[in-house]
């Protein structure tokens, strides 16, 4: 069983994969919020926020609030 903040990561991961010229952070917490009505918002909110330092392999900000999947970055 997955934690819930492990659930919460892969759901913001798959949004933005499917997201190439990112989503604002606001839209990406309502898709998760909308995704897993179980989970405190506060909760999602904290992940959603640390996301690019927990998982600097798969999620960065090319500004500020806006998240991108790094098969997305610029070279």
Not at 32 to 52: A, C, F, R, Y
Not at 62 to 72: A, E, K, N, Q, Y
């Amino acid at each position: 069983m997955a934690t819930k903040t492990e659930l919460i990561q892969a759901k913001a991961i798959e949004i933005l994969k499917s997201a190439p010229q990112g989503i604002r952070t606001s839209q990406l917490i309502k898709a998760i919020q909308e995704s897993l009505p179980d989970v405190h918002p506060k909760t999602i909110n904290g992940t959603v926020w640390k996301l690019p330092a927990t998982r600097p392999e798969e999620v960065y900000k090319p500004s500020r609030g806006l998240f991108r999947h790094v098969s997305f970055r610029e070279t």
